[in-house]
C-alpha cells in the first residue's frame, strides 16, 4: 500500500477530522527532547515507545496526527519520527483499539470562548 493509499484509508475510517503535525516543537525554540519532556506533563501525556522516541531525539523530528475515530469530541494521537510511521501507529489503531482517548472538556471550550 502507497503513503497516499494509507493517508486516504486513515481519512476515510475518521467519523470527524484528523491533522497531522509536523515539528511544531520548533516554533517555540525547542529541540524534540525539551518538546517531549514538557509534554509528559500535559492533561492526556502521549503514548510513545522508547524506540520511537528515541528515534524523535536523534532526528530532532516529531510527527503527530490528532485524528478522531468516532465523535468529534474524542480524539486520539498518534506519533513518529516520520510520517510514514505516525500513519502507521494511526492505523494501528482500528486493528488494536489500543490507544488512549482524549476528550476536549468544557474547561477547555470554556477557555476558547465556547460555552
Known sequence: ??????LSSLIAKCKAGMYIEVNDHRTLYLSAQQWLDEIMHSDCPPEIDDPTRIRM?????IVSITF????????????????????????GYF???????????????GRLGWR
Request: proline letters at 4%.
Open 1 to 6: 500500500m502507497t503513503n497516499t493509499d494509507k
Open 95 to 109: 486493528s488494536t483499539n489500543s490507544a488512549k482517548e482524549c476528550s476536549i472538556h468544557s474547561r477547555h471550550l
Open 68 to 91: 478522531y475515530p468516532k465523535t468529534p469530541v474524542s480524539f486520539y494521537k498518534a506519533w513518529g519520527s516520520n510520517i510514514d510511521e505516525a500513519v502507521d501507529n494511526a492505523l
Open 57 to 61: 531525539i536523534q532526528t530532532d523530528t
